[in-house]
């Protein structure tokens, strides 16, 4: 049976009986907040898993499973996005906010600001407000074709004004879907050369990027890029395996190698075993699932943009380039504060509220569209019908 037949044919019951956080919601309310897939995972990935659950694989990670992960790492980064690194500059770690919080810790002097471009994954913010570090958002610009670009002039002044050493960035972009091009990221890196600051690269998308479009890692560009980024990248989004607490931080410079050095333990004797399996299987997976798996989240984010247009025009919605991330903008329309708590009530989805993506995701929602067709097709019905009573 073709990949996206098999999707279709997933049910509502079958999602709620995996016990998913988003699926566990009262009243039969359809979750849309978790960056997750309801689409299972790569035959590849389950064989590895139940081979190593069958042979007790319940233990600490051993030195050579994790030098097995940094060489399927570097395989990947290499094949997949032409990022020729050295195993060695991969190290394992639980999860992106793991390195996000390294790359503070060890770039930034303590009490200085951060330089997020707005709007963002929300955990950005708890992150860095929680190592005692201010946040400084920098909305994006909307421009005449409708995609979202990093405001450059205004990160630049962000980051003089307020001494900031760390600039984010991800790419591709959650919450609005874009893939940034070679220009608009060499263009950053004129900025960050020029005002000396850091760049943590959050690059855990790369893997679901949509036909047309093509991602760049940013520490590839130029040994400039190269000598002033931290990278994050993990299979969580791509195979959907974010509960196996797997990522990889990427380094490529030697001032974070010998930084990173000085880490004790290690940081790859805190990730779980299985996720190494998991990603390791995933990273080889020659099966074509995940070109599959991104050409239907494809389909469903334009399905989601039909949706809006058709029914509820007064919605806006720029097209992702990547991801299963929809950032809508309901500023047009008079849906009560907070959005997301009203199309719980009112549709029974309930997506994330803008505002916890920063100031300007205020009157915004964040859906997640990774759902079969059937399904999301449906949500989008009871959605976009609360949402033309709500037209001004």
């Not at 600001?113 to 707005?118: A, C, E, G, K």
């Not at 958002?137 to 450059?152: A, I, K, T």
């Not at 299987?281 to 050409?295: F, K, N, P």
Request: proline residues 8%.
């Amino acid at each position: 049976m073709p990949l996206a037949q098999s999707l279709d044919a997933i049910t509502v019951d079958h999602l709620r009986s995996t016990g998913a956080l988003k699926w566990s919601l009262p009243d039969e309310v359809t979750g849309a907040f978790v960056a997750e897939m309801d689409y299972g995972t790569s035959p590849a990935i389950v064989a590895a898993l139940e081979q190593a659950v069958q042979v007790g694989c319940f233990g600490y990670p051993t030195p050579e499973l994790a030098q097995e992960l940094q060489e399927a790492t570097a395989r990947r980064l290499a094949g997949a996005h032409g990022w020729e690194v050295a195993p060695e500059d991969v190290h394992p770690v639980p999860d992106v906010i793991s390195v996000l919080e390294k790359a503070i810790a060890l770039t930034t002097d303590p009490g200085t600001p951060v330089v997020v471009p707005t709007p963002a994954y929300m955990n950005f913010f708890n992150t860095i407000r929680g190592l005692g570090r201010e946040v400084i958002e920098v909305p994006m610009v909307l421009d005449e074709q409708g995609l979202f670009r990093m405001d450059l002039p205004a990160i630049r002044a962000a980051i003089t004004g307020s001494g900031a050493q760390l600039v984010t960035l991800c790419n591709p972009h959650n919450p609005t879907g874009r893939v940034f091009t070679r220009q608009e990221l060499a263009e950053l890196s004129e900025v960050i050369e020029q005002t000396g600051a850091r760049v943590f690269a959050d690059e855990i998308w790369a893997p679901l990027v949509f036909s047309g479009h093509t991602h760049l890692p940013y520490a590839s560009l130029s040994p400039r890029t190269a000598a002033h980024t931290i990278t994050a990248v993990s299979a969580s989004k791509g195979w959907n395996i974010p509960g196996l607490k797997c990522a990889q931080a990427v380094l490529s410079s030697d001032r974070d190698r010998e930084a990173w050095a000085r880490i004790q333990p290690p940081s790859w004797h805190r990730v779980a075993p299985l996720g190494m399996v998991g990603t390791i299987a995933a990273y080889r997976d020659r099966s074509g699932w995940i070109e599959e798996v991104t050409a239907y989240i494809e389909d469903c984010t334009a399905m989601v943009a039909d949706a809006l247009t058709q029914s509820a025009p007064a919605a806006r919605m720029s097209r992702p380039q990547a991801t299963y991330v929809c950032w809508i903008d309901l500023s047009a329309l008079e849906v009560p504060a907070p959005a997301s708590a009203h199309l719980q009530q009112a549709a029974r989805l309930l997506p994330t509220d803008g505002a916890s993506c920063g100031e300007v995701g205020r009157d915004h929602i964040r859906l997640i569209a990774a759902m079969p067709r059937p399904v999301l097709r449906e949500s989008l019905e009871r959605m976009t019908r609360e949402l033309a009573l709500r037209s001004r």
